[in-house]
């Protein structure tokens, strides 16, 4: 698990949109080896948060600075981290990701 919570800290899961036409968004996903988002599609995910995104442009989720790498991989673990598409405009997609508090949800130009 060492190996996992350093590739979650140094890479992290990114959540790319590969391409987007006005009725359909392909999202493409790359993550450490042993976790996989689950991209639900259409969705309100209650309690998440919404960030617009052009075709290549990515989300980076890593392990929260200052949280506990064992504690935030545990919660990773058991909760997942949930993508959903909120609203698709014309030149970008709205996307909505619920992840563990453990976790930091970053544009990747903040990162």
Partial sequence: ?????????????????????????????????????????????????ALNRACSEEIVITIKPGAVPADAMAALVKSGVLVGLADSHSVQAALRIKAPRDLLVLRQELT
């Avoid at 590969?18 to 080896?33: D, E, F, L, Q």
């Fill in 1 to 49: 698990m060492a190996e996992l919570e350093h590739r979650m800290q140094v890479d992290g899961i990114r959540i790319r949109v590969a391409s987007h036409k006005s009725s359909r968004t392909k999202i493409n996903t790359r993550a450490p080896s042993g976790i996989t988002p689950e991209f639900i599609g259409e969705a309100n995910l209650q309690g998440s948060l």
